[in-house]
């Protein structure tokens, strides 16, 4: 089994994301790309 680490940079956007009390999620599909949704809490 290959384990790779995440760059640093979507470990920041991560834990950012989460400080803000947001989410992440990826979709990845291979030899097209990846896209990275981040979730906010809207206060209203």
Aim: glycine share 12%.
């Amino acid at each position: 089994m290959l384990l790779i680490e995440p760059p640093k940079g979507q470990v920041i956007v991560k834990k950012f994301t989460e400080l803000l009390g947001g989410k992440v999620g990826v979709e990845s599909e291979l030899s097209k790309g990846s896209t990275f949704t981040l979730r906010f809490p809207l206060a209203v």
